[in-house]
């Protein structure tokens, strides 16, 4: 149990364009879904957190607007960068916070922007 | 908020021997802590987790140990092998903050030489 899909699982975009990556729980609702950010050899740091139906809580630091959000169902969050640049280039993962209070991965998206 | 620290940052270890990775937390609202193992390029894998109620908690050769008191826990990896080796993340969760979020440790890289 706890399943957690995230597509794709890289992508190669050109600067300027936006990305949507999806994060869906297979076979539990998720309350909450956190979105990560993690750079080469360094820790995963969180973007935001998001409940079904409302709006996403972004971190300090973190662009709302280049960074888009959606929790429109129990089982479904996207992340969308808008106006992707190289810099944005890094792997993105989700996980999905159920009801039993742990938290599952995603598989990651490696975003590579040139 | 949540700040948590994690030491050593590299480990080596001979196969055969433990492994201990240590971390702080500062929020003492915490209560649930758990242990991430991340190899390359794929996303962490939760190996172990422990609760505030509870001190200590075993899994076969991984336990994890919890000082509330001092407001800091440990990995325990006894009889490493190779495939023991790849990134650990510890991580708090602060029930003050919206959303349950977990905040990670830096990370410890454990190589484990055959």
């Known amino acids: 149990g706890a399943v957690v899909s995230q597509h794709p699982s890289w992508v190669i975009c050109k600067s300027g364009t936006s990305v949507k990556i999806e994060c869906r729980s297979l076979d539990f609702q998720a309350t909450t879904m956190f979105w990560y950010r993690q750079f080469p050899k360094q820790s995963l740091m969180l973007m935001a957190t998001?409940?079904?139906?409302?709006?996403?809580?972004?971190e300090q630091g973190v662009e709302k607007d280049k960074f888009l959000i959606n929790h429109a169902s129990l089982t479904l969050s996207t992340l969308t960068v808008t106006s992707a640049h190289p810099e944005d280039s890094s792997f993105y993962i989700c996980?999905?916070?159920?009801?039993?209070?742990?938290?599952?991965f995603g598989s990651g998206t490696r975003l590579t922007v040139v | 908020g949540e700040n948590v620290e994690q030491h050593p940052s590299t480990l080596s270890v001979q196969e055969g021997d433990s492994a201990v990775i240590k971390c702080t937390y500062s929020?003492?609202?915490?209560?649930?802590f758990p242990w991430y193992k991340q190899e390359l390029g794929k996303r962490p894998q939760l190996i172990i987790d422990?609760?505030?109620?509870?001190g200590e908690k075993k899994d076969q050769r991984i336990a994890v140990t919890l000082n509330k008191t001092a407001k800091h826990f440990s990995l325990h990896i006894t009889e490493t092998q190779p495939e023991d080796s790849a990134v650990y993340f510890c991580a708090a969760r602060s029930l003050l903050e919206y959303g349950n979020k977990l905040v990670f440790g830096a990370g410890t890289i454990l190589r484990v030489k055959s």
């Open positions: 422990i609760r505030s109620n509870v």
């Open positions: 996980s999905a916070l159920g009801r039993q209070g742990r938290g599952t």
């Open positions: 929020d003492s609202a915490s209560n649930y």
């Open positions: 998001s409940n079904e139906g409302s709006k996403a809580t972004y």
